[in-house]
């Protein structure tokens, strides 16, 4: 029987998260019990929302508690199965978390010759479907429009602003630093990117990149920068709140002052979650699918090597470091 | 020809407004041009709108100058017409603002007989359409749900409160007073209805008003409420953001901690002014009208006599002083 390792929590954080907030275990891997698969972990996710998991605060889902396995999507590889549709060698996308084995009853095929196996937890996983869903549901960006997104270079932000790109609208990135801006625009055709951590003046960034004022906003970050980007709004525009990634590590949350924006424009401000299109998944999948196979769609992954790091990269995810979807090799 | 006098704008008011901030100006009544008919002012609306037209901010609409006269709806009789379809004698809906004559083309004819003529500036007018359409189109309550409304003895707030008991729903109000409180309650029929002023644990009291959580809520203050009621929405709450009455006044805007449960709780908040539906009114009058008729809409109004005291009617509305509608009868 193979070994197990596995990161559990060790302790809640405050504030930014720490190494020392995870403790690694060592165990036999468990045994697939009837219509369980015994599942070898290939690519484990890293994601914003972990912070939300592992916090005390209320979040969406239920939180991780200490000693328990840390959770996260990932895709790997049957090697013993009791389940009645899946046998040995067969490629999965699960929910085992941050460990090298798992068992299950709830994996989902996937195909290795459309995509490689990573695409799954990113442009073809959940970022891919948060951005397709959030930008075309709620955001509803019509040709001519600007849409600008935060995190421009991320698994969820590149992926919006090249779906506007497509949709005729003019593509506003913003981002931390020179290189991902340069990727932004050079790379992935956005019309312009903003380094909001070399930008002093913010918001006179957003006047020159949208001369035309904004007419969807993705939100991926929250704070300064969502309060910036309020009083920058068009008239009936659409602010999608995805993500608070700057709330996450704070222990006391920015305060909105541009409200009165939301009022005088009449914005629609809507918080979203992919899972509220879950039974959608399939569309968003196949039009996604679609503009890759065609070429209209670019993505870059951010790979860190080895289960002893995936705190590490979670850490790294959090703080901006990552460029593109970041995953752990394991 | 009859004398005029007027109400004009002095200087914009930095924080509460004052007195000193209007000037009675006395001149010769007007002579109406073709097509324009000169009114005699009966009824002045006055309406919290009013101070972001005479701010600094930006606002909605086109702000009043220092000099002009105030802006305000009003209902008037006719008393010299150059108007084809309108006559001397007939009763007219205008925005001729805050003074005594008035001359325009536009003028909208009402019926004496369906409604009292003051009607047509609240449950038959602005007011009464912003709540119908505010909770029906952005709103829309569920049978079964929760509906909060803010400023609920107010020309909106109470009948938004009565539209949500008419839909089926629990329809809490927030006010300020105890007087106000047993009049949403007992006379509208609102199933609770909170003291924010004694009130020292707002979120407890709304805990304890709304033992299922929120679902709508109706926002008519912004601010502290706002932000307290944010944290208690269940998911997929709608937030209709109609009015921001405590900021209106503050020379800082309020900020606002709460928007992680716009993530969490997917909500959405969402701005609104009546003029977005001009083109349904007609829909949104024939139901008001026909709630009124069979009982089922409860109205009250606060009139101030003379135009000597608009001034100090907008001063005591602004302050949350009127209970109902706040008319001048001129």
């Known amino acids: 029987m193979p070994q197990n390792k596995a990161w559990t929590l060790a302790s809640h954080p405050t504030g930014w ?18 219509g369980e698969v015994l599942v070898k972990n290939l690519w484990l996710s890293l994601d914003p929302y972990m912070r939300g998991r592992i916090g005390t605060a209320k979040s969406y889902a239920k939180g991780v508690s200490v000693g328990e396995v840390m959770v996260g999507q990932t895709v790997g590889e049957v090697v013993e199965s009791r389940h009645p549709q899946l046998k040995p060698g067969d490629k999965v996308l699960t929910q085992l978390g941050w460990q090298l084995f798992g068992v299950t009853q709830e994996a989902i095929k996937i195909d290795e010759r459309g995509a490689p196996l990573s695409y799954y937890l990113g442009i073809l996983g959940m970022p891919g479907l948060t951005a397709f869903f959030g930008l075309q549901e709620i955001g509803q960006p019509k040709p001519g429009e600007t849409v600008v997104v935060s995190a421009a270079s991320g698994a969820v932000g590149s992926v919006v602003g090249q779906l506007a790109k497509i949709a005729g609208c003019r593509a506003v990135g913003i981002a931390g630093g020179r290189e991902k801006c340069d990727y932004v625009t050079r790379e992935l055709g956005f019309d312009a990117c903003i380094d909001y951590k070399a930008e002093k003046d913010l ?31 068009n008239l009936f525009g659409r602010v999608v709140v995805c993500g608070l990634i700057s709330n996450y590590n704070a222990t006391e949350p920015y305060r909105l002052q541009n409200l009165m924006a ?3 424009n009449r914005l629609k401000v809507q918080g979203m979650i992919v899972f509220d ?24 992954e951010s790979v860190v090597q080895g289960l002893e790091n995936a705190p590490r990269g979670l850490i790294d995810l959090l703080q901006g470091k990552n460029f593109g979807k970041q995953l752990v090799k394991l």
């Open 203 to 233: 918001r006179g960034a957003v006047e020159r990149a949208c001369p035309k004022g904004v007419d969807v906003y993705f939100d991926n970050v929250g704070g300064e920068i969502l309060d910036t980007l309020l009083a920058r709004m």
């Open 17 to 34: 998260v720490k190494e020392e907030n995870f403790k690694l275990v060592t165990s036999a891997a468990p045994q697939p019990a009837g």
């Open 277 to 300: 299109w879950k039974d959608r998944y399939g569309e968003g999948l196949a039009a996604l699918a679609g503009h890759l196979a065609r070429g209209r769609l670019k993505y870059r």
């Open 262 to 264: 939301v009022l005088v």
